[in-house]
């Protein structure tokens, strides 16, 4: 009996060791698993789904120097929306955001990302290879032209200006003069339904949050235009 308990009593020790470390060790994989969702929704906006400027900026650095030549950059600004707005109600225009972060995402596929900047302002980067980029700008511009549904089954007009910045254009995978020259390609075209591509004149525009630098009449940035 004795000879028993000298046998078994190490083992029950070191039971008592490790079911002692577990709880602390449990406790703090909750932890950890709840920050991480934590994090994770941070980087996600509520209203879209979309990643926030932090999310896509690290998502749209790693596409660009990734890919290269074969990046695309693109930024987008809902029309009047602050009309829709006005006009309508906030819900309306929740709902058109939702709807353009839906057609975004799909658009961009599983070779890009989206990501909304702010207000009704959305960046994209993706990879498409210059003899498709004409072609899925045109695509991308008849999407988001598309009337969007409401809950009540009426149906709400919208627009979206598209200004679109390639690294082999323009000599840089750098994603902030990329953007940079979206944005101004985008101011190019505004209004008109047709994207632009950047040229290297674009890149010479200052350019703060999608809003030109110093521009009679423009918004304050994540401001509905």
């Known amino acids: 009996m004795t000879s028993t308990v000298r046998v078994h009593a190490p083992s029950a020790n070191r039971a008592l060791i490790l079911t002692s470390l577990a709880v602390p060790l449990t406790g703090w994989t909750v932890h950890a698993v709840s920050l991480h969702r934590k994090l994770a929704a941070a980087r996600r906006d509520p209203l879209t789904g979309l990643l926030t400027r932090d999310g896509y900026t690290a998502k749209a650095r790693q596409i660009t120097g990734r890919y290269g030549d074969h990046a695309l ?130 890149a010479t525009v200052p350019s703060v949050n999608g809003r030109r630098a110093g521009r009679p009449g423009t918004s304050a940035p994540g401001a509905a235009a």
Do not use: C
């Not at 602050?82 to 057609?103: C, E, F, Y």
């Not at 799909?106 to 990302?113: F, H, V």
């Not at 207000?119 to 899925?136: H, Q």
């Open 73 to 202: 950059v693109v930024i987008v600004d809902l029309d009047h929306f602050k009309q829709i707005n006005d006009g309508h109600g906030h819900a309306v225009g929740d709902r058109v955001l939702a709807v353009t972060a839906q057609r975004l995402t799909a658009w961009a596929g599983s070779r890009g990302t989206a990501g909304r900047l702010g207000g009704d302002e959305f960046a994209v980067a993706v990879r498409i290879g210059a003899g498709r980029r004409d072609l899925r700008l045109a695509q991308l511009a008849t999407l988001l032209a598309q009337p969007v549904q409401l809950d009540d089954g009426a149906w709400a007009d919208v627009a979206a200006s598209i200004g679109a910045a390639s690294p082999d254009i323009l000599g840089t995978t750098d994603l902030s003069a990329l953007q940079r020259a979206a944005d101004a390609a985008m101011y190019a075209g505004k209004h008109t339904r047709r994207p632009v591509l950047a040229d290297r004149s674009h």
